[in-house]
């Protein structure tokens, strides 16, 4: 029996240099998918999973995004009197019940292995799932809710993982891989964006785990790794001769939504996966040159 994964971080005080304007006051992932956040997505994947404890890790906006998941007591108050049912649904369906979501502050950004420690205490000796908003998987089933799925068989740490073009292998953490059987690849290592001259295979990290508290004791050392950040990958890798690695192929497709062509694309995907939207949707496009 491991150890059920009840709690989820959220990493979400990167800067999002490249959607400025728009992340000028707002942060990246209140960027909306169709007509809803990243952050969003995000957290309702981990409640699917049966995560029911969520710690944001914020730097700006952080008032935006608690608002975000709070009441909104006016609007809904309208939306009830005017008899827009749907819509209130929609405003009150985003508030977890009370207490069970945390905000705690980066400060610094010292890289994504930092930002998990700054949520340490949350996380308190049990076994965590990290989230990260930019990847937004469209699947049948989530992909948290896959993975948790592989857990119970496996235990241990496990990433979510996709081939990518052996040239983009410095931009992920890439798996080492020791055995693989097309869905669960053991790894006996990861290494944060090797040049693919150097990389072990073309397996890479999506921004889904679910990882053992022991993670956290590397991350305590405030070491750098690659770009001179504190890396997770390099905290996994740490623990990889005592807890085992495996990276889940996740079934789904996965949109870098940290690039605008992956933002646009996923607005276009899942707006052409909402029945009241497909058909509009894909004749505007066609019109488009
Ligand atoms: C982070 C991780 C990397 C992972 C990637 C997934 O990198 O450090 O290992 O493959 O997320 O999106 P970042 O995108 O923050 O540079």
């Known amino acids: 029996m491991v150890n059920p994964v009840r709690k989820?971080?959220?990493?979400?005080?990167?800067?999002?240099?490249?959607?400025?304007?728009?992340?000028?006051?707002?942060?990246?992932?209140?960027?909306?998918?169709?007509?809803?956040?990243?952050?969003q997505y995000a957290v309702e994947e981990a409640m699917d999973a049966g995560i029911d404890e969520f710690v944001l890790v914020t730097g700006r906006g952080k008032h935006l995004m608690e608002d975000?998941?709070?009441?909104?007591?006016?609007?809904e108050a309208i939306l009830a009197e005017r008899g827009k049912e749907l819509e209130l649904e929609a405003v009150e369906r985003v508030a977890p019940d009370p207490g069970k979501m945390?905000?705690?502050?980066?400060?610094r950004p010292l890289g994504l292995g930092h930002a998990v420690w700054?949520?340490?205490?949350?996380?308190?000796?049990?076994?965590?799932?990290?989230?990260?908003?930019?990847?937004?998987?469209?699947a049948d089933q989530g992909c948290l809710r896959q993975m948790v799925t592989a857990y119970g068989e496996v235990g241990g740490n496990i990433v979510a993982v996709e081939d990518v073009p052996r040239e983009h292998t410095d931009r992920y953490g890439i798996l080492d891989v020791a055995e693989d059987d097309g869905r669960l690849a053991r790894a006996r290592g990861v290494v944060?964006?090797?040049?693919?001259?150097?990389?072990?295979?073309?397996?890479?990290i999506i921004g889904r785990y679910i990882l053992q508290p022991e993670v956290l004791e590397y991350l305590n050392r405030h070491e750098t790794g690659a770009g001179g950040e504190i890396q997770l990958t390099d905290a996994i890798e740490n623990t990889v001769m005592d807890i085992p690695l495996h990276g889940l192929r996740f079934k789904g497709r996965r949109f870098d939504c940290g690039t605008k062509i992956g933002f646009v694309a996923a607005?276009?995907?899942?707006?052409?996966?909402r029945e009241e939207l497909r058909s509009e949707i894909r004749a505007e496009l066609l019109g488009i040159d």
């Open 118 to 138: 700054c949520a340490r205490q949350f996380i308190a000796g049990e076994p965590f799932a990290v989230l990260l908003p930019d990847d937004l998987v469209q």
């Open 267 to 273: 607005n276009v995907a899942f707006a052409s996966a």
């Open 8 to 39: 989820a971080v959220f990493p979400v005080a990167g800067l999002g240099t490249r959607f400025l304007p728009a992340t000028k006051v707002m942060p990246k992932e209140m960027l909306t998918i169709v007509d809803k956040p990243l952050i």
């Open 102 to 107: 945390s905000y705690t502050r980066q400060r």
């Open 68 to 75: 975000h998941f709070d009441h909104a007591y006016e609007l």
């Open 192 to 204: 944060e964006k090797p040049a693919p001259s150097d990389a072990p295979s073309t397996l890479s």
